[in-house]
């Protein structure tokens, strides 16, 4: 029984991450899409007058797609119509299930390992459950009955086909290095230390299998300059054409999921997990107070200037809409005060004179968070490289994968190997 | 076939070596795009986006709007009803059908005057035909907005007292 709900608590902590990162791209894709074309983007729907540069709007969305009119054409195939876009979600998650998110917690003197299913083959269930993906595109394509549907779907088939090989020929190398299928091996591998200073990240070891595995992935999560399924430009809008309404804000949730899934796979593969470069777990615990300490006073500078960023906003533009939103800067720059005043008072608890326990927490909270932080950057990587790309012609696609990608995954597989035989 | 006669664009860049690996330009473009959005996020007032309901565009002195009908100083319309307007009009969306004047020295006078702004293409050709200077273009209004067609037809009394807000 407490295994069942130590995996309850986990899977809703990533759950958890999962969904409330999910609004955080859409605001992060619209905000960002719009300052890269020189533009604002949303800064309009507001709670009580305050706006949150936007982040209201996703938001404004959800209670939309909800309350909207479910269209389906009069053809569909019922039953798979209706399945399509929870097997996408569904999917989208469940590869989580063996990303590790931190190295342990110690709740009460015992270790509880910070990942759903430590499974032997965690490898090779991330390359089975991302090809599954493809199903809800695929069904959605197809029960739909419309042509540009379909061709959507088998777009969908034929990508993941053509870069599925791809990606696992790129981990292939990964799995001769540490010689491991199992994730968290993977990732407390990727520790140690090259030549006393380079981390040995997979991305150093193998910036060939990185370049490979990071073109499959935007592959196989359909983001530009691969989102071929979807080619508004060519067939509509691709499999979710004839969704409307909730489903259609499941697929599009799946996307997202996807981006995050992918984001949170670089990471563990390439980039170290949680690790931290050069602060190993035994180095956090020792400097547990001096690091809480440190950061106390980071988040004080950062409430101090953001308010004081605030601060000005409330001179510059006093009166300047006539309604409740002209109240937003005073309260920002309350917000960020307050933020400073909480770190300033946590500071009066002798944060560096943490006992041993504590100093187990710190070291947790500092893994998750470097876990996350690098996951929130490989994120926006998604984003920044679709407002930087256009789309692939469908035979360009097709080059790429078979005859540039899969010598090259070859390859760097050769290579590795026979370095790995003479090392 | 030969391509040395055509421009520059329409023949195709030749691309070399470490172009061909795509990495390098894509981290380029990358640094291009990274550049836009950091210069916009600390200069976000010096965008050239206008937010629209409170900063509104200035057009020039001679832009085109909602049309208005011209008084005379006792305040009827100068129009005498020639028709000339409707008559020139490309969009065909004038009206008019004129009625005696009590004053001998006017001709006409219009008894309905309607212009259909959802067919008007404000080319401003009615203003040139007028004999009379009756009919102008110069209220600078461009915000037409309404919930159904009927509301875009409007009558003389509506030209005469044309408001500046927008409202229909």
């Not at chain 2, 200035?58 to 319309?77: A, I, N, Q, W």
């Not at chain 2, 009615?126 to 461009?142: F, M, N, S, V």
């Given at each position: 029984m407490p295994i069942v709900l130590e995996s309850l608590a986990k899977i809703g902590f990533m759950f958890a991450v999962i969904m409330g990162m999910v609004p955080l791209m859409i605001w992060a894709e619209r905000k960002g899409a719009a300052f890269i074309q020189d533009r604002t983007g949303p800064n309009r729907a507001a709670?009580?007058?305050?706006?949150?540069?936007?982040?209201?709007?996703?938001?404004?969305?959800?209670?939309?797609?909800?309350?909207?009119?479910?269209?389906?054409?009069?053809?569909?195939?019922?039953?798979?119509?209706?399945?399509?876009?929870?097997?996408?979600?569904?999917?989208?998650?469940?590869?989580?299930?063996?990303i590790p998110f931190g190295d342990y917690i110690m709740i009460g003197g015992k270790k509880f390992a910070l990942v759903v299913a430590d499974l032997q083959v965690g490898a090779l269930y991330v390359l089975a459950v991302s090809s599954l993906g493809t199903y809800g595109i695929v069904m959605g394509g197809w029960a739909s009955n419309n042509k540009f549907s379909?061709?959507?779907?088998?777009?969908?088939?034929?990508?993941?086909?053509?870069?599925?090989?791809?990606?696992?020929?790129?981990?292939?190398?990964?799995?001769?290095?540490?010689s491991s299928l199992r994730i968290t091996d993977i990732v407390?591998?990727?520790?140690?230390?090259?030549?006393?200073?380079?981390?040995?990240?997979?991305?150093?070891?193998?910036?060939?299998?990185?370049?490979?595995?990071?073109?499959?992935?935007?592959?196989?999560?359909?983001?530009?300059?691969?989102?071929?399924?979807?080619?508004?430009?060519?067939?509509?809008?691709?499999?979710?054409?004839?969704?409307?309404?909730?489903?259609?804000?499941?697929?599009?949730?799946?996307?997202?999921?996807?981006?995050?899934?992918?984001?949170?796979?670089?990471?563990?593969?390439?980039?170290?997990?949680?690790q931290i470069p050069g602060m190993p777990r035994a180095f956090l615990e020792a400097h547990a107070g001096g690091l809480l300490t440190g950061q106390l006073i980071a988040i004080i500078c950062t409430g101090v200037i953001f308010g004081l960023l605030f601060l000005r906003r409330v001179q510059l533009e006093a009166g300047k809409f006539g309604d409740e939103r002209d109240r937003e800067p005073a309260l920002g720059a309350g917000f960020w005060f307050l933020v400073a005043l909480g770190a300033l008072g946590a500071l009066t608890l002798k944060p560096w004179t943490i006992g041993p326990d504590g100093a187990s927490m710190v070291a947790t909270v500092a893994q998750v968070?470097?876990?996350?932080?690098?996951?929130?950057?490989?994120?926006?990587?998604?984003?920044?490289?679709r407002w930087t790309l256009p789309r692939f012609r469908y035979d360009q696609l097709m080059h790429l994968g078979w005859k540039v990608m899969l010598p090259l995954g070859l390859l760097n597989l050769v290579v590795t190997a026979v370095v790995m035989a003479l090392v | 076939?030969?391509?040395?006669?055509?421009?520059?664009?329409?023949?195709?860049?030749?691309?070399?070596?470490?172009?061909?690996?795509?990495?390098?330009?894509?981290?380029?473009?990358?640094?291009?795009?990274?550049?836009?959005?950091?210069?916009?996020?600390f200069a976000t007032s010096e965008m050239p986006t206008l937010q629209y309901p409170e900063e509104k565009m200035?057009?020039?002195?001679?832009?085109?709007?909602?049309?208005?009908?011209?008084?005379?100083?006792?305040?009827?319309?100068?129009?005498v009803a020639c028709q000339l307007c409707s008559t020139y009009c490309p969009a065909d969306c004038i009206e008019i059908v004129g009625a005696e004047h009590d004053d001998p020295t006017i001709e006409k006078f219009p008894l309905t005057f309607e212009?259909?702004?959802?067919?008007?293409?404000?080319?401003?050709?009615?203003?040139?035909?007028?004999?009379?200077?009756?009919?102008?273009?110069?209220?600078?209004?461009?915000e037409m907005a309404a919930d159904n067609r009927a509301a875009f037809v409007v009558d003389k009394d509506f030209l005469l007292n044309n408001t500046t807000d927008g409202t229909l």
């Open positions: 709670i009580a007058g305050v706006r949150l540069a936007g982040l209201i709007h996703p938001l404004a969305d959800v209670v939309k797609l909800i309350f909207k009119e479910d269209v389906q054409p009069a053809s569909r195939h019922k039953a798979l119509y209706n399945l399509a876009p929870w097997l996408a979600m569904t999917v989208a998650v469940s590869t989580y299930a063996v379909f061709l959507g779907g088998i777009r969908a088939t034929a990508q993941m086909i053509s870069y599925e090989i791809s990606m696992a020929l790129a981990l292939m190398g990964l799995m001769l290095i540490f407390v591998g990727q520790q140690e230390l090259i030549f006393g200073f380079l981390p040995k990240w997979g991305v150093v070891v193998q910036p060939l299998g990185f370049i490979l595995f990071l073109t499959a992935v935007f592959a196989e999560t359909n983001r530009n300059p691969f989102d071929m399924p979807e080619g508004e430009s060519e067939i509509v809008a691709g499999y979710h054409l004839e969704y409307s309404s909730l489903k259609f804000a499941l697929f599009f949730m799946a996307e997202y999921c996807h981006m995050v899934v992918g984001a949170a796979l670089i990471t563990s593969f390439y980039f170290g997990g949680y968070m470097a876990f996350l932080g690098k996951v929130v950057f490989f994120s926006w990587f998604f984003i920044w490289v | 076939m030969s391509f040395e006669g055509l421009p520059a664009a329409a023949t195709k860049k030749k691309v070399n070596f470490w172009e061909s690996l795509y990495v390098i330009e894509i981290a380029k473009g990358l640094v291009v795009t990274m550049s836009h959005l950091v210069k916009n996020i200035v057009y020039s002195d001679r832009f085109r709007g909602r049309h208005r009908l011209t008084k005379r100083e006792d305040g009827t319309p100068k129009c212009i259909d702004l959802l067919r008007c293409v404000f080319c401003g050709l009615c203003e040139e035909a007028c004999p009379c200077d009756a009919i102008r273009l110069d209220t600078g209004i461009y």
